[in-house]
Nanobody, 121 residues
């Protein structure tokens, strides 16, 4: 089970850190990632992190502003979001899978319920 937190309403230029808490004993074996879905748009893969902490597939839309990290001791993955823009407004989803890096929805076995991030101009 994955549970996201940390979303909210912020202004353009602000920062937020999303947290995803995972339950289960195999978290350190999961490949983890974050998707988002803006109103009226398809779900977009943002970034992933492997069990050892190496990141991959950072979307161009967030490159240089968003960073993923994980703490296997705490069964937690984070998404640090800086320099937020109104176009970052979306529901953000934490995902996980057993296996190598992936960036398509149907490759992920576990999904959180999502957390809303709203960025005002």
């Amino acid at each position: 089970q994955l549970v996201e937190s940390g979303g909210g309403l912020v202004r353009a230029g602000d920062s937020l850190r999303l947290t995803c808490a995972a339950s289960g004993r195999s978290f350190s074996d999961y490949y983890m990632g974050w998707f988002r879905q803006a109103p009226g748009k398809e779900r977009e893969f943002l970034v992933g992190v492997d069990p050892k902490g190496s990141t991959a597939n950072l979307a161009d839309s967030v490159k240089g502003r968003f960073t993923i990290s994980r703490d296997n001791e705490k069964n937690t993955v984070y998404l640090q979001m800086n320099s937020l823009k109104p176009e970052d407004t979306a529901v953000y989803y934490c995902v996980g899978r057993f296996g190598p890096e992936a960036k398509y929805e149907d490759e992920y076995d576990f999904w959180g319920q999502g957390t809303q991030v709203t960025v005002s101009p």
